[in-house]
């Protein structure tokens, strides 16, 4: 049972214009939300986060949308650059419920190519 | 620097064999997390420890071992048993619901 899915196993756009990557989850339990970026053999790294209390969180060209009812969010990146080619993972963690463990559940990622 | 070291980061191994994968961080952080990527898969939880000399089963534990004897040390033992060890392992801590990983370990099971 996948708990955190990202249906689009890549994705390709044009430098310059916006990537956007989807992610859905089944749990209504999750209350905190990530993105990682993650470049081949090397360890995924924190990009950006957002509480189940908002809805928007941008930083610089990253902004990620949260849509409760749906159970989905989004990650924007505008403008894409070519060194934002790698594999995005999407996270969840239910962290009232877990007694503020960070256990987070990945979704299966989704590849970038952002071509100059 | 403060950072989360994983050693080695290519390792072999002959069926039947147990091998232990190292993980030190320098973080001051008190939960470590070991998870494994095999392609088309996301991260999967093996392990985590909230606390030193504690630890809980994640998702896939069958097959693996750990101790937390040290809060900077998590090492994860593939042991024999694991049918299907060869995967791409990645050790985490964490702080303020954000995991800093380490650049991961290679198994091949040969």
């Known amino acids: 049972d996948q708990q955190v899915k990202q249906n689009s196993p890549s994705l390709s756009v044009q430098e310059g214009r916006i990537s956007i990557l989807n992610c859905d989850y089944t749990n209504s339990m999750f209350d905190y939300f990530l993105w990682y970026k993650k470049y081949p053999a090397e360890g995924p790294t924190f990009l950006i986060s957002i509480s189940s209390i908002k809805d928007k969180n941008e930083d610089g060209r990253f902004t990620v949308f949260l849509n409760k009812s749906a159970k989905h969010l989004s990650l924007h990146i505008v403008p894409s650059q070519p060194g934002d080619s790698a594999v995005y993972f999407c996270a969840a963690s239910a962290r009232v419920s877990q007694g503020g463990s960070e256990k987070l559940v990945f979704g299966k990622g989704t590849k970038l190519t952002v071509n100059p | 620097d403060g950072g989360i070291t994983q050693s080695p980061k290519y390792l072999f191994r002959k069926e039947g064999q147990n091998v232990t994968l190292s993980c030190e961080q320098n973080l001051n952080h008190d939960a470590m997390y070991w998870y494994r990527q095999d392609p088309g898969q996301g991260l999967r939880l093996i392990y985590y420890?909230?606390?030193?000399?504690?630890?809980q089963k994640g998702d896939i534990a069958e097959g693996y071992s750990v101790s937390r004897e040290k809060k900077e040390s998590f090492p994860l033992t593939v042991t024999s048993a694991q049918k299907n060890p060869t995967a791409f392992y990645l050790c985490?801590?964490?702080?303020?619901?954000?995991?800093?990983f380490g650049e991961g370990s290679r198994l091949t099971v040969l």
């Open positions: 985490a801590s964490s702080i303020s619901g954000e995991l800093f």
């Open positions: 420890s909230q606390i030193v000399n504690d630890f």
